[in-house]
C-alpha cells in the first residue's frame, strides 16, 4: 500500500503566516494556500482536502462563512481556526459555527504539528468507521438478509 502525504490547506493571505507553516515537515504532509474561500473550495474538491485551517485575518465574517459553507456539505474534515487575536467570544462563536479547533498564535511548530497530528488521526478513525459501516451494510444487503435495526 502507497503511503499518501496527508494534504492540509492553509486558508491565508498573510505572508508572515505562510512562511511559520514552511516549517512543516514536508515529508509527512503535503502543504496547499489559498488567499481566497473561493479558491479554497475549489481547492479542497480538486486535492480532496480533510485538513483546513482558516485564518480569521482574511476578516472573521469571511472566515466563519467559509467554515458554514464547508459544514454544510462536509462533517468529517477538520476544521482549525487560526485566531491571533480572537477574544473568547470570537472562540465560542467558531465552535458554535463549526471549527473543530483553533490555534491563537503560530509561532509554536510543536502546537501546529500536534493539531496537525489530532487532526490527521481522527479524519483517519472517522473514515474507517465510515468504511467499514458501509462494507457491512452492503455485505447485508447482497445477502439477501434483513438488515439490523439500531
Given at each position: 500500500?502507497?503511503?499518501?502525504?496527508?494534504?492540509?490547506?492553509?486558508?491565508?493571505?498573510?505572508?508572515?503566516?505562510?512562511?511559520?507553516?514552511?516549517n512543516?515537515?514536508q515529508c509527512?504532509?503535503?502543504i496547499?494556500?489559498?488567499?481566497?474561500?473561493?479558491?479554497?473550495?475549489?481547492?479542497?474538491?480538486?486535492?480532496?482536502?480533510?485538513?483546513?485551517?482558516?485564518?480569521?485575518?482574511?476578516?472573521?465574517k469571511?472566515?466563519y462563512?467559509?467554515?458554514?459553507?464547508?459544514?454544510?456539505?462536509?462533517?468529517?474534515?477538520?476544521?482549525?481556526a487560526i485566531?491571533?487575536?480572537?477574544?473568547?467570544?470570537?472562540?465560542s462563536?467558531c465552535?458554535?459555527?463549526?471549527?473543530?479547533?483553533?490555534l491563537?498564535?503560530?509561532?509554536?511548530?510543536?502546537?501546529?504539528?500536534?493539531?496537525i497530528?489530532?487532526?490527521?488521526?481522527?479524519?483517519?478513525?472517522?473514515?474507517?468507521l465510515?468504511?467499514?459501516?458501509?462494507?457491512r451494510?452492503?455485505?447485508?444487503?447482497?445477502?439477501?438478509?434483513?438488515i439490523?435495526?439500531?
Amino acid at each position: 500500500m502507497i503511503n499518501k502525504k496527508t494534504k492540509i490547506l492553509f486558508v491565508t493571505n498573510r505572508a508572515c503566516v505562510k512562511k511559520q507553516i514552511s516549517n512543516i515537515p514536508q515529508c509527512k504532509y503535503e502543504i496547499l494556500f489559498s488567499d481566497t474561500p473561493v479558491d479554497c473550495l475549489k481547492l479542497k474538491s480538486k486535492h480532496h482536502v480533510k485538513i483546513i485551517f482558516i485564518d480569521l485575518e482574511l476578516g472573521k465574517k469571511i472566515g466563519y462563512n467559509l467554515c458554514e459553507e464547508i459544514r454544510s456539505t462536509d462533517q468529517i474534515s477538520f476544521l482549525c481556526a487560526i485566531a491571533e487575536n480572537t477574544h473568547v467570544f470570537g472562540l465560542s462563536k467558531c465552535r458554535e459555527i463549526g471549527f473543530d479547533d483553533y490555534l491563537t498564535r503560530l509561532d509554536s511548530k510543536e502546537e501546529l504539528l500536534q493539531t496537525i497530528y489530532m487532526a490527521d488521526k481522527s479524519i483517519k478513525k472517522w473514515l474507517s468507521l465510515i468504511i467499514s459501516e458501509s462494507n457491512r451494510f452492503i455485505t447485508h444487503n447482497l445477502s439477501g438478509k434483513l438488515i439490523p435495526q439500531a
